[in-house]
Structures are given as structure tokens and as C-alpha cells.
């Protein structure tokens, strides 16, 4: 589903991505984590074609990662929610659903609005609403189009209580439903439970990429340590 060959992205003469290569499976949740500036935010805007990489091959269902058959694979839900200031919050999802040709929208868009606590907010504009508000938007949007691969950077940012516990569920449910996730975020407890593998970058590097009950065997050399240990583990300071 995704192939990312020697990704390097340099900026001057910094490297904020050192010639890295993952491949992510059809059906598979990938946990991305790191510290602040290990490069997490820049691979996947590499991926999705927000940011020009220097060098490297990014392949997406068998297309380059650029094209618009790429692009009709994946939605991405960026740390920053973007929104229209003049468009309401059911406008956006309609737009979304012109955008990408699909016609019986309204009852998954009322769903998914109803899910996010968003139905009493569905005629007010995008100027007007907070960063949480534009947070549960801007997954709305993505999840709209039925993707099979999804890009989530930080989605819990700004999120109430509520919010977060109906994201995890969605996270749930695409996996069972056979979708193809990879999830940066500093919640590590929010992708212990259903990523099927974890990586982990430092400083640009892949510094660890297994399963968690792998990563536990040859880091930490405990079965009943957790997620947050093995972190801890591979990005302390030398």
C-alpha cells in the first residue's frame, strides 16, 4: 500500500530525514513516533506532497505518491487543521464530496457529524469555530471519502475527552474494516492498544520498527513493560 525508498529531506545542509525506507502493509495500523524534531511531521508531509522531498521514491497503491491516482488512495489529517472561513461545517463536507465524486454523502456526513458533536454546529462558519472544532472537521473530511490508506499527524491535538475516545473507536474500526493507517502522535497510550507495528524516529534515523512484543524482547527485556518504556528506551540521550 506504502513504499517509501531512501526518503532524504534536506533543509541547507540539515538532514531532517536521513535516507529512510518502511513499507506499510494492505490492513496494517503503523504507530509513528519520536521526540519534537525527529522528523515525523516532515516524512509524512513528503508522503502526501506537502513538502518537496530532496531525494528518495515514494510509491502509493503502485503510484508515484504525486499522482492523482496516488491521491485518490489516501486522506491525510494534518497537525494544523485547515479549514474555510467561509464555508459551514456541512459545506466542507460537501465540498469534500464533490471533490472526490461521491454522491450518497449526507447520511455518512450527518454520521459522522453526530459522532464529533458537530450536528448542532453544521451552519456555522469555519472562521468561528476553535481548534478543537476544526480538529473533529478536518477528520470528518478525511474519513468521508471511504480511504484506504489514512494519514493521521497528531489528531488528538485539541480534541475533548469525547472526541478522543470516539477517534480510538474510528481507529478500531478502520483496522477491522481491512484500512491501512499511520499514525504520528505523542499519545503514546492511543496506538499501544491497535498498531500492529510501531516505528520509531530520532533525530531523522529509524531508530526501531517491529511489533511492540518484538520491540519489548530486544530493548527492554520485559514482557511487562509498556510502549512508553521502550520510547523511553531507544530516545534517551547518549
Request: hydrophobic letters at 35%; a negative charge.
Given at each position: 500500500?506504502?513504499?517509501?525508498?531512501?526518503?532524504?529531506?534536506?533543509?541547507?545542509?540539515?538532514?531532517?530525514?536521513?535516507?529512510?525506507?518502511?513499507?506499510?502493509?494492505?490492513?496494517?495500523?503503523?504507530?509513528?513516533?519520536?521526540?519534537?524534531?525527529?522528523?515525523?511531521?516532515?516524512?509524512?508531509?513528503?508522503?502526501?506532497?506537502?513538502?518537496?522531498?530532496?531525494?528518495?521514491?515514494?510509491?502509493?497503491?503502485?503510484?508515484?505518491?504525486?499522482?492523482?491516482?496516488?491521491?485518490?488512495?489516501?486522506?491525510?489529517?494534518?497537525?494544523?487543521?485547515?479549514?474555510?472561513?467561509?464555508?459551514?461545517v456541512r459545506e466542507h463536507l460537501q465540498f469534500i464530496a464533490q471533490a472526490y465524486g461521491i454522491k450518497d454523502w449526507k447520511s455518512r456526513g450527518e454520521e459522522?457529524?453526530?459522532?464529533?458533536?458537530?450536528?448542532?454546529?453544521?451552519?456555522?462558519?469555519?472562521?468561528?469555530?476553535?481548534?478543537?472544532?476544526?480538529?473533529?472537521?478536518?477528520?470528518?473530511?478525511?474519513?468521508?471519502?471511504?480511504?484506504?490508506?489514512?494519514?493521521?499527524?497528531?489528531?488528538?491535538?485539541?480534541?475533548?475527552?469525547?472526541?478522543?475516545?470516539?477517534?480510538?473507536?474510528?481507529?478500531?474500526?478502520?483496522?477491522?474494516?481491512?484500512?491501512?493507517?499511520?499514525?504520528?502522535?505523542?499519545?503514546?497510550?492511543?496506538?499501544?492498544?491497535?498498531?500492529?507495528?510501531?516505528?520509531?524516529?530520532?533525530?531523522?534515523?529509524?531508530?526501531?520498527?517491529?511489533?511492540?512484543?518484538?520491540?519489548?524482547?530486544?530493548?527492554?527485556?520485559?514482557?511487562?513493560?509498556?510502549?512508553?518504556?521502550?520510547?523511553?528506551?531507544?530516545t534517551k540521550d547518549e
Amino acid at each position: 500500500m506504502l513504499t517509501v525508498s531512501n526518503l532524504i529531506k534536506r533543509y541547507g545542509k540539515q538532514n531532517a530525514v536521513n535516507d529512510i525506507s518502511f513499507h506499510l502493509e494492505g490492513g496494517e495500523v503503523v504507530g509513528l513516533l519520536g521526540p519534537n524534531g525527529a522528523g515525523k511531521s516532515t516524512t509524512m508531509k513528503c508522503i502526501v506532497g506537502l513538502l518537496r522531498k530532496t531525494s528518495g521514491e515514494i510509491i502509493i497503491g503502485g503510484h508515484d505518491h504525486l499522482s492523482v491516482e496516488a491521491k485518490r488512495f489516501f486522506s491525510y489529517i494534518p497537525e494544523t487543521p485547515y479549514v474555510y472561513d467561509l464555508l459551514t461545517v456541512r459545506e466542507h463536507l460537501q465540498f469534500i464530496a464533490q471533490a472526490y465524486g461521491i454522491k450518497d454523502w449526507k447520511s455518512r456526513g450527518e454520521e459522522l457529524m453526530e459522532i464529533y458533536d458537530l450536528t448542532d454546529k453544521a451552519d456555522k462558519l469555519g472562521r468561528d469555530l476553535s481548534k478543537g472544532m476544526r480538529q473533529k472537521i478536518s477528520i470528518c473530511c478525511a474519513l468521508l471519502p471511504d480511504p484506504q490508506l489514512l494519514f493521521f499527524d497528531e489528531p488528538m491535538i485539541g480534541l475533548d475527552p469525547k472526541a478522543i475516545k470516539n477517534t480510538k473507536k474510528i481507529f478500531k474500526e478502520l483496522k477491522e474494516a481491512g484500512k491501512t493507517i499511520l499514525v504520528s502522535t505523542h499519545l503514546i497510550d492511543s496506538v499501544e492498544t491497535i498498531a500492529d507495528r510501531i516505528m520509531i524516529l530520532k533525530n531523522g534515523d529509524i531508530i526501531g520498527n517491529d511489533t511492540l512484543s518484538n520491540l519489548k524482547q530486544q530493548f527492554i527485556q520485559d514482557e511487562q513493560g509498556s510502549l512508553e518504556d521502550i520510547f523511553l528506551e531507544l530516545t534517551k540521550d547518549e
